[in-house]
């Protein structure tokens, strides 16, 4: 078995973003991409180069297996090109076209929880530490 090439955070909770994973997943014949449910209530930031819940909700982190820590459209870039579809991601990384995507996943990033019908961040991080208190 190969060792995953990066490990991907994601919200659990997000139909979303479990949409995306399920995608990822399906093409991922090698394996190449570890998938880490940060919703999950084993979740454990000293497991993930220390990016605590809040960091991984308020947006989308991958690990590299050199343990470079990547955010935002880059994760996107780069899974995309582990599964052999990078040329579709390939323009984020054109000067002024990355640019424009890179803000727009900015603030796609601050309206996801409500666009998905989810608790603020703040709120979900309180429940989070009410969880870990029990």
Known sequence: MTQ???TLLFDGGCPLCQRE???LRARDRLKKIAFVDI???SYNP???QG???REAMGRIHAI???GEVLKDVRVFREAYQLIGLGWIYAPTSWPLFGG???EVYRVWARWRLPFTLRPS???LCKFRELDEEH
């Open 121 to 123: 961040l703040d709120q």
């Open 100 to 102: 424009l995507i890179d």
């Open 21 to 23: 994973v399920s995608f």
């Open 39 to 41: 919703d999950s209530p």
């Open 64 to 66: 590299s297996v050199s």
């Open 51 to 53: 990016i605590s819940y």
């Open 4 to 6: 995953p090439k990066f």
């Open 46 to 48: 000293k497991h993930y």
